[in-house]
């Protein structure tokens, strides 16, 4: 797979992580993670924030468009998202809250798969989760204070 999408163990806690693996896709394909990275920006940060989840680009430069952009004319495309950490002692609730995070998330992963496959993305779906992750109580989704 060109990316893994996972529960990861820490010194720090539990969290789970979407990455790319390196060279593992043609740089036209790489190049269409970052248009849908841009094209879908405002979205793809709010359901980062409802599913606490953060993307993680070189911070090189002032703006997500610019770092984007260097990564594709430097065909460095490595770039990740990790959800809040749940720190040790990890309790059944902060369990529960790391899989509904990974379940909402899911939807991200889904897209990226779309576009390794060469189709597009489907953003009906993106507005659905959106509209029933506001629903939801934001002091309930977050995560306890470390």
């Known amino acids: 797979m060109?990316?893994?999408?996972?529960?990861c163990f820490s010194d720090k806690g539990l969290f789970t992580s979407l990455w790319m693996r390196p060279k593992m896709l043609t740089d036209e394909t790489y190049h269409k993670y970052m248009v849908y990275i841009l094209e879908e920006f405002d979205r793809i940060t709010n359901f980062c924030f409802y599913s606490n989840f953060k993307l993680n680009l070189p911070s090189l430069l002032n703006s997500t468009k610019e770092n984007i952009e260097w990564m594709k004319?430097?065909?460095?495309?490595?770039?990740?998202?990790?959800?809040?950490?749940?720190?040790?002692p990890i309790?059944?609730?902060?369990?529960?809250?790391l899989i509904e995070d990974y379940a909402i998330f899911y939807y991200l992963y889904q897209q990226y798969l779309t576009i390794a496959k060469?189709?597009?993305?489907?953003?009906?779906?993106?507005q659905k989760l959106y509209d029933w992750s506001q629903k939801a109580s934001v002091e309930e989704r977050n995560?306890?204070?470390d």
């Open 2 to 7: 060109p990316f893994k999408f996972t529960f």
């Open 118 to 126: 060469g189709e597009k993305p489907k953003l009906d779906l993106l």
């Open 73 to 88: 004319s430097e065909k460095k495309y490595y770039h990740s998202y990790h959800s809040t950490i749940r720190s040790f």
């Open 91 to 97: 309790s059944s609730s902060d369990i529960k809250y």
């Open 143 to 145: 995560p306890k204070p």
